[in-house]
Each structure stands twice: as structure tokens, then as C-alpha cells.
């Protein structure tokens, strides 16, 4: 449940990223979430990030 959660805010592209790093970091020590989905969040939200960068350097 969180893990969809966190994936549709993170699609959405409705968040800051340091905070959702960091909640993303709580629900990994709580086991709300496993390691393999940490990761794939995080490089999803790496991916926004360089998608962004490049646009606005247009």
C-alpha cells in the first residue's frame, strides 16, 4: 500500500525530494516498504530529476 502510495506521488511529480527521500528512508527502517522498492522509487524519482534538468536547460 505505501509502496503504491509513494509511486503515484512520485509520478505525479507533486513532492520535494529530499522529504520524500527521507519518508522513503523511514518506511525502508519500518518495513513498510522492502529494499527493492526503495530503490526502484529512488531511481524513479533520480530519472524525474534528470528529465527536469535537461528541460529547463533547453
Known sequence: MIYS???NVI???NYEHQS???KLDVF???DRIKP???TE???L???QQ???QTQSMD
Open 20 to 22: 520524500m527521500c527521507n
Open 50 to 52: 534528470a528529465t527536469e
Open 45 to 47: 524519482m533520480k530519472a
Open 28 to 30: 525502508l527502517l519500518a
Open 36 to 38: 527493492a522498492q526503495h
Open 41 to 43: 522509487l529512488n531511481d
Open 11 to 13: 509520478n505525479s511529480g
Open 5 to 7: 502510495l509513494c509511486k
